[in-house]
């Protein structure tokens, strides 16, 4: 069985759970619950759960008593374990009020062919979980989720190294940082390359994140624990003043979450120099003040189209940005990719300079937007949509690049522009360009021409017609 096929069979066990209410995102939680007992087993790991609350324990029961054990077993796991296991337990509640339905979840999970699970990675049963859930409109998830292609894409050209600090400060479910710890694996032979105290870093330090929503929370340290990652998620808001002692990474990669604070209130941050609700200028401003100062520290982020040209402290965020960073790329991203249609987005990649000054003197950017199918299910992005712009991205001399799509705008013309960054699309097909209709002026004069014309004619028949009428 592949892992395809058993994520399937898992999800398609929400079914049993619609007379109880559950919504898809809180199943795929409550299947989290059940998952870490079984793959804690499964992987030998059950060491840190107490005897008496494992695997085992639970399917050995049925009926009433299982439903009461389990709510017994997520009591105790979250608030006298240590560890990854409190962290993923703690708060945590049962929404299953029917005991056989609970007992059918077992049941399914207990009989999957784990043998298969194992041998292709129980961290991408796991993500194929989180993408169904993602990819269901009715969970509200994708806003947590962001696209694997473009995940991929993001941590190839950020290029993460062994020996760096990566973060992603907005972590959803974990997905950047699962990418940038599978990149260095990918460079180091799985780690073996590295000396030890490296290889421990990289699984214990050198991914952190910060996630706000406790579910997603569980999800990511699910995630990571599946993936063999150890470094911090903490559980909080990273523009309340949490988020001050996130600094001197090496590397972000995140997908900031997009809207604005409730009630339009602003970043409880005392740090920031420029205060708004805008929760995407504030990531900004968090992001590229975490970097280090060092001209190598850099970053890639996912951003909506008004951070590009919001005016006020969203055009003094932008100079900020462009003097302390080379804003050196902007990628205008296909519309329909997100869980929210026509929010229209970009990748903003940038380098923080040694100095708070002048460190953008142009800003390249390409246009994946204009003249694009429509993406969603039917047509998803793929990695081969992203070969045009990688090929410029990595380009040693990005001048040599003939692509129509790939324009680069000085900090002299950006500033001109009232340093608006929405720039770089080009010429859509599908929109009428009234400089290629005939001149309205030109037009008119060749219409009155034909007009006279017609009248001449008109008046010769009327005469002939006159002339004829004398005869007789």
């Known amino acids: 069985m592949t892992t395809q096929e058993i994520v399937s069979k898992l999800w398609n066990l929400c079914n049993v759970l619609r007379d109880d209410g559950i919504t898809y995102h809180q199943y795929v ?35 009433i008593g299982l439903k009461k054990f389990y709510k017994e077993l997520l009591n105790h796991l979250g608030e006298n374990c240590t560890g990854r296991v409190r962290e993923i337990y703690q708060g945590a509640a049962t929404n299953i009020d029917e005991p056989k339905n609970l007992e059918k979840i077992i049941t399914t999970i207990d009989g999957l062919d784990w043998f298969s699970a194992r041998e292709e990675g129980l961290g991408n049963l796991y993500e194929g979980l989180l993408e169904k859930n993602a990819n269901e409109k009715k969970s509200g998830a994708g806003q ?15 290029k993460p190294q062994p020996g760096e600090r990566c973060n992603d400060p907005a972590c959803g ?15 180091t032979d799985d780690f073996f390359d590295l000396n030890a105290d490296t ?21 990511a340290l699910m995630n990571a624990m599946l993936h063999d990652m150890e470094g911090t998620i903490t559980l ?41 609700s805008n929760k995407q200028l504030n990531f900004l401003q968090h992001i590229y ?43 205008r991203l296909p519309t329909g990719i997100f869980y929210a249609q026509g929010v229209k987005t970009n990748v903003l990649f940038f380098t923080r300079g040694r100095s708070d000054k002048g460190n953008t003197k142009e800003v390249w950017f390409y246009d994946l937007r204009t003249n694009m199918p429509s993406f969603g299910k039917t ?34 013309q950006i500033a001109a522009k009232g340093n608006s960054l929405d720039l770089g699309l080009i010429r859509d097909d599908s929109v009428v360009d009234y400089a290629d209709l005939p001149d309205p002026v030109e037009s008119g004069e060749e219409a009155i021409a034909e007009l006279e014309e017609a009248v001449d004619l008109l008046q010769s028949v009327v005469n002939e017609l006159k002339a004829l009428s004398e005869v007789e």
């Not at 991914?207 to 929370?217: K, P």
């Open 236 to 276: 909080g808001d990273t523009l309340s003043n949490l988020g001050k002692g996130m600094k001197g990474y090496d590397v972000v990669l995140t997908n900031p979450p997009f809207g604005t604070k409730k009630g339009g209130e602003r970043a409880t941050r005392d740090d920031f120099t420029y205060t708004t």
């Open 379 to 412: 047509n998803p992005l793929k990695a081969e949509h992203f070969a045009g712009f990688e090929a410029a991205y990595e380009a040693e001399d990005r001048r040599a690049i003939q692509d129509e799509r790939w324009n680069v705008f000085s900090r002299e």
């Open 29 to 63: 939680t409550e299947l989290t619950y059940i998952l870490f007992l079984k793959m804690a087993k499964e992987t030998g790991a059950e060491g840190q759960i107490p005897e008496e609350y494992r695997w085992d324990s639970l399917t050995a029961k049925s009926g």
């Open 173 to 187: 479910t974990f997905g950047f940082m699962i990418a940038a710890h599978q990149y260095v694996a990918s460079q």
């Open 289 to 331: 003040r975490s970097l280090k100062a060092d001209g190598k520290a850099r970053a890639a982020v996912v951003l909506p189209d008004n951070v590009l040209f919001a005016d006020g402290e969203g055009e003094n965020i932008r100079i900020d940005l462009m003097d302390k960073c080379d804003l050196h790329t902007v990628l």
């Open 144 to 158: 947590y989720f962001t696209p694997r292609v473009l995940i991929d894409v993001m941590t190839r050209l950020m």
């Open 199 to 219: 290889a421990a870093f990289e699984r214990t330090e050198a991914f952190t994140g910060c996630e706000l929503v406790h579910d997603t929370h569980r999800l």
